[in-house]
């Protein structure tokens, strides 16, 4: 892995405070793609990507979500695609759905941070409101929405390092070879 690597994945964070200036398209394309490319269990595609720039739809996404903060230039819905799941034999239940849905949100905010637009995550919607409001099929599932904008320049952006919690290292995160209660043992 290249240093420039490891730096793009140290200094991404997440953007609360965004600017109105839209995101190219080609750039949105540029984070699509990379979705595409993330891991996915068995190789089986089941997340799909509702990509939305339209102010008005975006306006209506943020009344619905009381996780969204930001007031983002565009979002990316990601879905699982209930029909894919059962052609592929998987159990709808299986854990690897939500890896699946992970990887590529992490996938999508590091392509959106090499771009130089900011990023964050929401869970918190009403699935069922958002279904109507992106006119979704049954057989898709909102589960994640990612944020995308330009950061606001001088703005707080709120929720900074979880209330003051004090800074990890990756010791402090890992232990070897078993568990003790001191992971520097």
């Not at 690597?5 to 750039?27: F, G, Q, Y």
């Not at 320049?153 to 209660?181: C, F, I, M």
């Amino acid at each position: 892995m290249t240093d420039g690597m490891l730096e793009l994945i140290r200094t991404r964070r997440v953007i609360r405070a965004m600017s109105d200036r839209p995101i190219p398209l080609r750039d949105l394309e540029k984070i699509l793609e990379a979705g595409r490319w993330a891991p996915a269990g068995g190789n089986q595609r089941v997340v799909r990507f509702v990509a939305v720039r339209d102010p008005g739809t975006l306006k209506v996404l943020r009344e619905v979500s009381p996780g969204m903060l930001q007031r983002p230039a565009a979002a990316i819905v990601l879905c699982l695609d209930h029909e894919a799941i059962r052609a592929n034999e998987i159990p709808e239940h299986d854990p690897v759905l939500y890896v699946d849905i992970g990887t590529t949100m992490q996938t999508m905010l590091l392509a959106a941070h090499a771009l130089g637009i900011g990023s964050g995550p929401v869970t918190s919607f009403a699935h069922e409101a958002v279904r109507v409001v992106l006119n979704l099929p049954r057989e898709l599932t909102p589960e994640l929405m990612v944020c995308l904008g330009y950061a606001e320049k001088d703005a707080e952006q709120p929720l900074k390092r979880g209330g003051g919690a004090p800074r990890v290292n990756w010791q402090d995160l890992t232990h070897w070879e078993r568990y003790s209660r001191d992971p520097q043992s």
